[in-house]
């Protein structure tokens, strides 16, 4: 009886080695419910077959968490299932330097197994998940990770790569087992599987910043193109007004007739049908593209401009709201270009959606602040303001949860930010307000 | 009595709006004068100077000065910081969030829209006269969170529910009509709020005047803009006896 309590312990923590350095570091952590199905899969896998199959259960159990990875991640699948083989990396490479490690103190990997693995497996258990806490921690922090658009071919070849490599290493144990362990090879081994490890892992970076260049480069040559459109808007918009010049002079023309007869009834009749609506007309035009000659910051005008004149295209009315120039952001003006983008895109999509087919876009800033404002009509729905940014949760479509979760994560860096979501008369509003930092001067 | 303060550039329009503002102090009977209307900033800005009392502004934003009715109004604010700046502006000029946000401008008028000046002048003396009356202690009745220079207030009457954000060191105000992602802690929120509310969790204060539903069994409660907080046995026993005690009291 003992001896069987003692088995069920050692397999429970078998289990948890090798579930939990994969689920500790995914890009996009699974719920604690589902890590739980997953820990008794593997615990019934490695419990119930150990002892037909011997080592090559582990095959089985990698198998295993793959599938409930895949099947749980809702996004970037193939991503998430990297990460956790990775993850799996890790403990392979820590027990790699545990064995050495005590192989110079004249320990065995026999006398351990032998004489206490309980207390060896609960060491290393501790040992793995507390590292691999911390990487999956920080590595979530890196915000571009979430922004890899690799072409599917590419990341299909990563995940190849990266399960041989895992699938030779567990076959080197399996034959090791049969041979027997010698603290020569395990070292040899360790050193080669690091080295792999190490090569692996450049590769990979290797490739997803080429592919990060590659995409900048695209997006300077789109801001090119947002540019050029911009001066050919600025050029038919001089064009107009030469031509108003030339109907000036007729109106002015024009009024001097009703005068020269002294028709006054005509003359007002003439102003106000005529002459005030065609000033309104040009106030208005003008109004939306030139007001961003107020915006300093380049990436965002560039942004804002597109995004505006897509939304105006579309037959969105579109009021732009700036009167001052706006030189700082007061915080990254990648982080704030890319909640902008977010907030116009969602705002765009909604307002597209919705009768009034509204959209409005303020900066202002004050002394030591900035403050932006997103504005759109919206169909009359009562949306919990909260769920909007938890993940996977949208009013449309699962892209949209997803643009609001960043927004949060990217929020959730700066303490200088009052960030408020509102609902009001049929408009939907995100308000950023952004303080000088006292930190950053 | 409400002073009234005006500033345009344009002699024939500093005469028509004065026109109109004393036509309105004539026939509406109300407590106001009209002390001053200048072409020069300068001279409104050494007037206001010398009187404590807050005013009423008209400014008009393109003033071909050497300040604009902007930077006008953010020299009265230091002065007045409870006054009531209306602008008077072109289509072209207008920027209501950049009013707002800068000087809490009460409102704007249009220049264009010739017909709808008098009511919307009108509109704004009566708004100010009302305001003005109010009594000053309502700011008692807010809590006040500090983001590096900015101080943000939020009428407790307002607040549904604060609860710990997402983010870490942040928490989500709700009101009625939306959520307030602030750099605070619910310690420190709850230290400013009166009686009516009532801490459900370490993460969750609730309005009790906002509360819309108790569901007992599920220990969930159910505010009246639809957001819902779980609470402990413990802290629902509190909470029943609390509010059977205030039962009580309005008894």
């Not at chain 1, 996004?75 to 403990?91: D, E, P």
């Not at chain 1, 295209?313 to 700082?328: F, M, N, P, R, S």
């Not at chain 2, 401008?105 to 003005?132: S, T």
């Amino acid at each position: 009886m003992h001896l069987f309590l003692y088995q069920f312990v050692l397999f429970l923590l078998n289990a948890a080695i090798l579930l939990f350095p994969c689920t500790n570091v995914l890009l996009y952590p699974m719920k604690k419910k589902e890590i739980l199905v997953g820990f008794f899969s593997i615990f019934s896998i490695l419990y119930f077959l150990v002892a037909i199959l011997g080592q090559s259960t582990t095959f089985l159990a990698i198998g295993g968490i793959l599938t409930f990875v895949l099947l749980y991640t809702k996004h970037n699948k193939i991503l998430n299932a990297c990460a956790a083989l990775l993850g799996y990396l890790c403990s392979v490479v820590l027990n790699h330097i545990f064995t050495i490690t005590l192989s110079m103190f004249g320990i065995t990997m026999q006398m351990i197994e032998t004489k206490f693995p309980l207390l060896f497996s609960f060491i290393f258990f501790a040992a793995i998940y507390l590292i691999t806490y911390f990487i999956g921690k920080n590595v979530r922090k890196i915000g571009f990770l979430y922004d890899i658009k690799t072409p599917k071919f590419v990341t299909i070849c990563i995940f190849f790569d990266v399960l041989i490599c895992v699938l030779i290493f567990i076959f080197n144990i399996i034959v090791g087992e049969k041979v027997g362990y010698s603290p020569r090879v395990i070292r040899l081994n360790g050193i080669l599987f690091f080295l792999y490890f190490v090569v692996t892992f450049i590769i990979i970076l290797v490739i997803i910043s080429n592919y990060e260049k590659e995409k900048k480069v695209t997006q300077k040559l789109k801001e090119y193109e947002n540019l050029q459109d911009y001066t050919n808007k600025i050029e038919a918009l001089y064009m107009e007004l030469r031509l108003f010049k030339h109907d000036y002079f007729n109106i002015i023309a024009s009024l001097h007739s009703y005068i020269d007869s002294e028709n006054m009834e005509g003359l007002k009749n003439y102003f106000e049908t005529s002459i005030l609506p065609a000033g309104e007309k040009l106030n208005h035009k003008d109004g939306v593209l030139g007001a961003l000659s107020y915006m300093k910051v380049e990436e965002i005008k560039g942004l804002t401009y597109t995004k505006l004149f897509h939304a105006m295209q579309k037959g969105i009315q579109v009021e732009l709201d700036i009167k001052e120039a706006v030189e700082k952001m007061h915080i990254d003006v990648l982080d704030i270009t890319r909640i902008l983008g977010i907030f116009l895109d969602n705002a765009i999509e909604a307002a597209l959606n919705s009768e009034a087919k509204k959209l409005y876009l303020g900066f202002a800033k004050s002394e030591n602040s900035v403050l932006i404002v997103v504005q759109n009509s919206c169909k009359v729905e009562p949306i919990d303001l909260k769920k909007i940014y938890e993940l996977g949760v949208s009013s449309k479509g699962d892209n949209r949860g997803i643009g609001l979760y960043q927004v949060q994560k990217i929020m959730g860096k700066y303490k200088n930010v009052i960030h408020t979501t509102g609902y009001h008369e049929g408009m939907f509003a995100q308000r950023v307000e952004i303080m000088k930092s006292k930190k950053c001067t | 009595m409400l002073p009234i303060y005006l500033c345009d550039d344009q002699k024939e329009h500093l005469q028509r709006l004065s026109k109109i503002i004393q036509n309105i102090i004539t026939f509406e009977g109300v407590d106001m004068e009209l002390v001053l209307a200048s072409k020069d900033p300068d001279s409104l800005l050494e007037k206001m100077k010398k009187s404590s009392k807050p005013a009423l502004y008209f400014l008009d934003i393109d003033l071909k000065a050497n300040m604009s009715g902007l930077d006008l109004a953010v020299e009265i604010r230091r002065f007045d910081p409870r006054g009531f700046i209306v602008f008077i502006t072109t289509h072209d000029e207008m920027a209501p969030l950049t009013f707002q946000y800068k000087v809490e401008a009460m409102d704007y008028i249009v220049k264009e829209k010739v017909e709808e000046i008098q009511g919307k002048i009108k509109e704004c003396m009566l708004y100010a006269l009302k305001q003005y009356a109010l009594p000053s202690n309502m700011v008692h009745r807010a809590i006040a969170m500090q983001v590096e220079d900015r101080i943000v207030m939020i009428s407790q009457d307002d607040i549904i529910l604060v609860e710990s954000s997402l983010q870490i060191h942040k928490v989500t105000i709700y009101t009625k009509d939306s959520a307030i992602d602030i750099t605070s802690s619910i310690k420190a929120i709850k230290a400013q709020l009166d009686e009516n509310f009532f801490q459900c969790s370490k993460s969750c204060v609730i309005n009790i005047k906002r509360l819309a539903q108790i569901d007992k069994k599920k220990r969930i409660l159910f505010m009246d803009n639809g957001k819902e907080c779980t609470i402990s046995v413990r802290q629902m026993k509190i909470l029943e006896k609390q509010l059977m005690d205030s039962d009580m009291k309005l008894k």
